[in-house]
C-alpha cells in the first residue's frame, strides 16, 4: 500500500476539522486543542499545526497568543459589514464598466454558477465559487488596487459565507441566476438592485459613479 504523501496527509486532516466546524459539531468558542486532534486522528501535531493555520486562513479557526486555537464566532455585524463592503466594491464595478461586460466574463460566471449547482450543498466548494463568481465582476474593470481591496475580504469569506447562508440552498442559487441574467442585460439599475438583494444590504440605486479621467 502506498503511503501517503505529507500535503495529502495534511490537506485530510483540514478536511476533517473544516468538515466538524460547518457541520456544528464543533461549535464557536469552543477550543481545538492540537494533542487531541492528533489523538483523534491518529496523526503527528505537523499536520494537524499547518491545517489549522489553513483553517485560520478561511476564517474557521481563531487564533489567540497564549491561548491557542478556537472555533471562532462571526456575529451578524461582521456578516453585514463584509456584506456591505463586498457590495459596494461590485456595483462601484459595474458603474465603472457602464454595465457592459464581456462574453468571456459572462461565461466564466455562467460556469462558476454551473458549479455551484453541481456542488449541491458543499458549502465548502459553494464558497469557492460564489467568491469566483464575484470576482469576475471585480476583475473585468481592471483596476488593480480596486482587486487588491477585495481579495483581502477573501480571508474571511468562508466563515462569513456560511454564517450567511443558513437559508434554502435553491433560493441562493436563484439569486445568482438573477444576477447573472441582469449581467446578461448590462441594465445598471437591474444590476445594483440585484446585488444589494443578493447580499441583504440597502444601497442609493441612484447613485452613480462617474469616471474622473479622459481615458477611462
Known amino acids: 500500500?502506498?503511503?501517503?504523501?505529507?500535503?495529502?496527509?495534511?490537506?485530510?486532516?483540514?478536511?476533517?476539522?473544516?468538515?466538524?466546524?460547518?457541520?456544528?459539531?464543533?461549535?464557536?468558542?469552543?477550543?481545538?486543542?492540537?494533542i487531541e486532534i492528533t489523538?483523534?486522528?491518529?496523526?503527528?501535531?505537523?499536520?494537524v499545526r499547518e491545517a489549522l493555520r489553513q483553517i485560520?486562513?478561511?476564517?474557521?479557526?481563531?487564533?489567540?497568543?497564549?491561548?491557542?486555537?478556537?472555533?471562532?464566532?462571526?456575529?451578524?455585524?461582521?456578516v453585514y459589514e463584509v456584506c456591505l463592503l463586498r457590495a459596494?466594491?461590485?456595483?462601484l464595478a459595474v458603474q465603472l464598466c457602464k454595465g457592459k461586460f464581456s462574453n468571456e466574463t459572462l461565461q466564466k460566471m455562467c460556469n462558476s454558477l454551473q458549479r455551484m449547482e453541481d456542488a449541491a450543498k458543499d458549502l465548502y466548494i459553494l464558497a469557492q465559487e460564489d467568491n469566483l463568481f464575484h470576482a469576475c465582476v471585480i476583475e473585468q474593470l481592471g483596476f488593480h488596487k480596486l482587486e487588491e481591496v477585495w481579495k483581502g475580504m477573501n480571508t474571511n469569506n468562508l466563515?462569513?459565507?456560511?454564517?450567511?447562508?443558513?437559508?434554502?440552498?435553491?433560493?441562493?442559487?436563484?439569486?445568482?441566476?438573477?444576477?447573472?441574467?441582469?449581467?446578461?442585460?448590462?441594465?445598471i439599475k437591474k444590476i445594483t438592485r440585484n446585488i444589494a438583494q443578493h447580499y441583504g444590504v440597502k444601497i442609493n440605486q441612484d447613485a452613480e459613479m462617474e469616471p474622473l479621467f479622459s481615458w477611462m
Do not use: W
Open 1 to 34: 500500500m502506498a503511503k501517503l504523501n505529507y500535503k495529502t496527509l495534511r490537506q485530510e486532516v483540514v478536511d476533517q476539522i473544516r468538515q466538524k466546524i460547518l457541520t456544528g459539531e464543533l461549535k464557536a468558542g469552543e477550543r481545538l486543542k492540537e
Open 39 to 47: 489523538q483523534l486522528l491518529g496523526v503527528s501535531r505537523g499536520p
Open 56 to 78: 485560520e486562513q478561511e476564517g474557521l479557526v481563531k487564533y489567540e497568543r497564549n491561548i491557542g486555537c478556537s472555533v471562532a464566532e462571526i456575529t451578524q455585524h461582521d
Open 88 to 91: 459596494t466594491l461590485e456595483i
Open 159 to 187: 466563515a462569513i459565507f456560511c454564517a450567511n447562508r443558513k437559508g434554502n440552498i435553491e433560493d441562493y442559487l436563484e439569486s445568482h441566476k438573477q444576477l447573472l441574467d441582469s449581467y446578461e442585460q448590462g441594465d
